[in-house]
């Protein structure tokens, strides 16, 4: 047994640092300085960034302009139409996927294998990737746009739903195919009933992505409020810019605090 | 003796509700998209014809490029957002805690986390990067941001689920707060928060990747401009390079938060905890 105290004041040693911890933190330290040193930082980079005086031109934000309801406002609204849909597409695969790719609800091994290497690829790619490839394919505008939320809400709520399918109570399936159930109706009697309040949770929380998403899809062309930003960013017109972002702050917050109440009642 | 099955619960009305509102949904998204039905029915296959002249992706090409050395930028643009996420977030999450800070301290403070999060990282990099020009710095900066304000929030409730008692002891020796966090605060959240900055560092590397496509340093630029050629071949190669590197940092990263939440041992759902807490949902 390890000795706790020393003889003399009996209070308790301290653990020695290993050598392991010091090699770990010596690693991270190296790493860090190499990285900073790749993306140029130096403390005094902070210094120069809020001392420029290329600030000014954020101010005074022209509310007019901002307001007028065919540069903002329709941007605007098209960003949730794409939203919108790309939950609801997205969301509504996501359903019979995530049966399949969970261990416990997969109809046989083979699906599950080929199934879950897909959507972890898919995941892997960025979402404005995927904009981008499809502005490329289907032409700039919110199709596109629409297209590349969907697949990537599809994948995102995938991998969390069929976390919430992993884990749920297998002993209703157990019953359901012990009478017989054949597999669909076994899992959708059996399996569904449990674990669809996670998913309305996860839809609405994938629905508030999809809003963030949505915001910045238009920065490589492919539609809504993003590509008003992205025409007022090259005509060096900040203050229109900051006026553009203020709202869509706003909008964000009030999004997130209503889903975050809806789904405090739901689970 | 056979038992009458239990009557069925009266859900027709309120689904009726909610289909309608389904439909009224898509129906007015659709009509905004300027979507007509030759447009969606030839979609897949333009999509189909992109994706089948990227095979055989061209990576001898791709290699001469430099666009490794691109995929790393984007990973060491991640690393330093999120040092800089951590670095900040710490101490302020702290004093955002419930069960540690007073109110008129973590009011303002949480407030601040909540707003920093609202912003996502593109729209940073672009008020951002007039001011520093357009570079891997931007990028770095933009997520750095961008994680303070989530780290700090999961922090926050890392230090506000932790066990009272040691904090007590410290202060019945005559310690000061300052003391208390340390020893009594900090040695029982330390590994949780850990494993949410390697999290979030797995979120930032896709991040900074993207942040990429609008001038913030990284693979994003190499995507846009074999795209802009048409050269889908090296497109190919970029994406699969891409996916690669994420997915190696994601399973490295998943590996070392399982060390440091269980020590090793056999964990069901790893990543469970960290998708809970980012959703808000406890199973």
Known sequence: MNRVTTPEDGRPTRPRLKLRTFLTAGLVLLFTIYSGRQVGFTISTFWEVWSNPLWEKFWPVPWEWVFDRSNVIDPLIETFQIAIISTLIGCGLALPLSFIISPLTTPNKPTYLVAKGIMNVVRAVPDLFWAKLLVTAVGIGAFAGSWALSIFSLAVMVKLFSETVDSADPRPLEAARAAGGRHTPAVRTGVLPTVFPSYVAYSLYVFELNIRASIVLGLVGAGGIGRVVEAQRQYFRFDRVLGILLIIFVIVIVIEQISVALRKRLV | ?283
């Open chain 2, 1 to 283: 003796m056979p038992v009458a099955a239990p009557p069925r619960p009266r859900t027709a009305g309120r689904n009726w509700i909610i289909a309608f509102i389904f439909v009224a949904g898509a129906t007015w998204s659709i009509a905004g998209l300027d979507v007509t039905l030759a447009r969606l029915l030839g979609a897949p296959a333009d999509a189909w014809n992109i994706l089948h002249r990227m095979f055989p992706p061209a990576f001898n090409e791709v290699y001469q490029r430099g666009v490794v050395g691109k995929v790393f930028e984007s990973v060491y643009i991640a690393w330093i957002g999120t040092i800089i996420g951590a670095v900040v977030s710490l101490p302020f999450a702290f004093l955002a805690a419930t069960n540690v800070s007073p109110r008129w301290i973590r009011t303002p403070i949480r407030q601040i986390f909540n707003a920093v999060r609202a912003v996502p990282e593109l729209i940073l990099a672009v008020i951002l990067i007039p001011i520093t020009g357009l570079g891997p710095w931007a990028g770095a900066l933009a997520i750095g941001i961008h994680s303070v304000g989530t780290l700090g929030k999961w922090a926050c409730e890392a230090i506000e689920n932790s066990d009272h008692g040691p904090v007590e002891a410290v202060e019945a020796c005559g310690g000061v707060w300052v003391s208390g966090m340390r020893w009594g605060v900090l040695p029982q959240v330390m590994p949780v928060i850990t494993s949410y900055w390697l999290f979030r560092f797995e979120i930032n590397v896709r991040a900074s990747a993207v942040l990429g496509m609008i001038g913030a340093g990284g693979v994003g630029a190499e995507l846009v401009s074999q795209l802009v050629f048409r050269n889908f071949p090296a497109v190919g190669a970029v994406l699969a390079i891409t996916v690669a590197v994420v997915l190696s940092i994601d399973a490295l990263s998943a590996f070392v938060r399982r060390r440091i939440i269980t020590g090793g041992g056999p964990t069901k759902n790893r990543n469970q905890e960290a998708t809970a807490d980012l959703t808000g949902l406890k199973h």
